[in-house]
């Protein structure tokens, strides 16, 4: 990866050349305007700025993809959407604006919280935000997107006995399997934490990808369950980050 790119993804223009021949994959958790208290102000993308990065890619000619699981000679620019977590503003705010733009994502649902609250971030002093109903998610899915698995209830893998994460990663499977009747191939660590232990448990469950927080792109030799990512989020207010916002709006 180049050293200057930025450190997070807002527009296009300065990831261009370092994804050509590779597979990006974006990272987004909520959308819409944050709420008043927020803590993780930088989970939250506006979704006027969600529609500016999808039409980009579009007008880019990229095609939407699923999360890599093998490689193929791209045809054509891919990119990779994955929404962590499964909040109610996926699908208020992104669901429609994937429809608009002819793009796809998977969505990571933390399994046993499925209509729930997002706890985990709770106990950590973070503003209650709903997750979406199962009714939500079955439209998700017929609108032609895919689910994968975050595990049961969001924990640390690495912090907790080995047994337990065993339990978290083949049950979340099973259990959205069985409540949504579709296939699920695809993981996500919760908080990126994982280690060659958590990894072999990925392995072992069935599933084919799992995804990390890593910064990166994937390249043919990519390891299928360390897959890196790239967050999306708005501008920071940082000078660094102002300075490639700007350069973004006029290359």
């Known amino acids: ?25 974006l990272t987004f958790h909520k959308f819409g305007e944050r709420p008043r208290g927020v803590r993780l102000r930088g989970m939250y993308l506006p979704t006027a700025l969600f529609e500016r990065q999808l039409r980009e890619f579009r007008d880019a000619r990229y095609q939407s993809a699923p999360v890599p699981g093998s490689w ?9 959407l994955t929404i962590d977590d499964g909040f109610r503003s996926v699908h208020q705010e992104a669901m429609p604006v994937l429809a608009k733009m002819g793009f796809h994502a998977t969505l990571y649902l933390v399994a046993d919280r499925l209509g729930g609250w997002n706890d ?21 899915i017929a609108a032609g997107n895919r689910v994968g698995a975050h595990s049961m209830t969001h924990p640390w893998l690495t912090r907790i006995p080995l047994e337990r994460a065993r339990e978290e990663i083949r049950a979340s499977r099973r259990k959205l399997e069985d409540v949504l009747g579709v296939g699920v191939t695809d993981f996500c660590y919760p908080y990126g934490d994982w280690n060659e232990a958590v990894r072999g448990e990925v392995v072992e469950a069935g599933y084919g990808t799992a995804v990390t927080t890593n910064f990166g792109t994937n390249a043919p030799d990519a390891d299928w369950w360390g897959l890196c990512r790239i967050t999306a989020r708005y501008p920071s207010r940082s000078v660094r980050g102002m300075r490639s916002w700007w350069r973004s709006l006029w290359s």
């Open 120 to 140: 985990w971030e709770m106990q950590q002093g973070e503003a209650r935000a709903p997750l979406m109903t199962m009714s939500e998610i079955r439209e998700w």
């Open 72 to 80: 193929e000679p791209p045809s054509g620019a891919r990119v990779a």
């Open 1 to 25: 990866m180049a050293e200057n790119l930025p450190t997070y993804y807002t527009g296009l223009a300065p990831f261009r050349e370092t994804f050509q021949g590779r597979v990006p994959i």
